[in-house]
């Protein structure tokens, strides 16, 4: 079966006995046992069915055997730095989600060393990950990075890390793996924040961890069975329907993308536009490689006030999260990575004049029209 095609079909087998063709939404947080039966279910924090329907249709649609659904993309998150020790190293790519540094604040309170450095620069990077001095026991990299979209070589990182016996992650919530496959690149674990593009209608919250191996199966269970991190019945069933569309909606968003980047090129007020799909981003060529498509998100500096335009436009809300079907605005500075410390902030790249655009699944004409209205505006 092509990604298409299990997008609608894995983990939907029609239910035995009745034929549904849409997996029932299992609610009991319980099940009755009678003693000859094998402990399959048992208790809803650690098993539902529900979840695991939409379990194995993640899992399938990177071609490997194992995936965990957690409550929200920070939970998967924490679980995966949950298999860190004191005294081990994680080498994270500088530019990640605001939430990632805040949870890396919290390992590194339980003794883990993190260090960030800029992954998508080749040199940089190979010297990080082969400098034997220093430990390794996980690479945590996001590609293409939130929110200036640079891009990592995920083959060339795990090839390094590999060497060095270290488990390599990949938030792949931009990409989503409509558009790109950490696994098959010779990531060991894609983590998801399901709430964005999988989901895709802004109305679930959800994370998922993706992986091929038995052992790390086995611990990550447990550990999500022991704090209580499971989704339930209701969320992964919204998930997994969201699932159904999402090369159709990925498609129409990437359109609308492409539609954005090339109205705001002859902007005056637009001074730098951060796009993989540009022939001029610096790591286009790795884009082109190991994607499909450039993706949805799109971020530019503005020569002007951010909250004023965030005010002027009307189709895009000015909101945080992406990947829905509603296209988004937001100011990093301001908005998604507020409570990252403004020296950090400017450091990699995220100046107070950077405009992140999530694009949805509208009309691009009504777009492009909505964005370029708001830039001429004077300012008031
Ligand atoms: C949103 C997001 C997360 C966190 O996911 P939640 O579902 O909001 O907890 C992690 N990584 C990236 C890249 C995200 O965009």
Redesign the pocket.
């Known amino acids: 079966m092509r990604f298409d095609t299990r997008l609608v079909h894995a983990g939907a087998e029609p239910t035995p006995g009745t034929g549904d063709l849409v997996p029932p939404v299992h609610l009991s947080v319980t099940y009755e046992r009678s003693a000859q039966d094998p402990l399959r279910y048992f208790y809803g924090r650690g098993e539902n069915p529900t979840r695991e329907a939409l379990e194995s249709c993640l899992a399938a649609l990177e071609d490997v055997r194992f995936a965990t659904a957690y409550t929200?993309?920070?939970?998967?998150?924490e679980a995966a730095l949950s298999l860190l020790s004191p005294g081990q190293r994680v080498v994270a790519g500088d530019d990640?989600?605001g939430?990632?540094h805040a949870l890396f604040d919290l390992v590194r309170a339980r003794g883990v060393t993190v260090d960030q450095v800029d992954l998508a620069d080749p040199g940089r990077c190979q010297a990080v990950l082969a400098d034997d001095a220093a430990p390794l026991a996980m690479v945590w990299l996001?590609t293409p990075s939130?929110p200036l979209l640079k891009v990592t070589d995920v083959a060339a990182v795990a090839r390094h890390a590999h060497r060095r016996g270290a488990l390599v992650l990949v938030?792949n919530?931009?990409a989503s793996p409509a558009l790109q496959q950490p696994l098959s690149l010779g990531a060991d674990v894609t983590?998801y924040?399901?709430?964005?593009f999988l989901a895709g209608h802004l109305d679930v919250?959800?994370?998922a961890l993706v992986y091929d191996d038995p052992r790390l199966h086995e611990r990550l269970v447990a550990h999500r069975t022991t704090v209580g991190t499971a989704p339930g019945g209701a969320d992964c069933f919204l998930v997994q329907r969201g699932l159904k569309t999402l090369s159709l909606r990925m498609a129409r968003q990437v359109q609308n993308a492409q539609a954005v980047v090339a109205a705001l090129g002859a902007e005056p007020a637009v001074c730098a536009i951060h796009y993989p799909g540009l022939p001029g981003h610096p790591q286009h060529d790795v884009a082109v490689r190991q994607m499909r498509a450039p993706g949805a998100l799109v971020s530019f500096a503005y020569r002007g006030d951010p909250v004023q335009l965030m005010e002027r436009v009307r189709l895009f809300a000015a909101a945080v999260?992406?990947?829905g079907v509603r296209s988004l605005i937001e100011c990093p500075a301001l908005m998604t990575h507020r409570p990252v410390p403004r020296e950090t902030r400017l450091r990699v790249g995220v100046g107070d004049d950077l405009v992140r655009l999530s694009m949805g699944i509208e009309d691009p004409a009504d777009l492009v029209e909505d964005l370029i209205r708001a830039l001429r505006a004077r300012p008031a």
Do not use: I, P
Request: net charge negative; hydrophobic share 30%.
């Open positions: 929200s993309g920070q939970a998967a998150a990640v989600y939430g990632t996001e939130n938030d919530t931009l983590l924040s399901t709430t964005k919250l959800g994370g999260s992406l990947g």
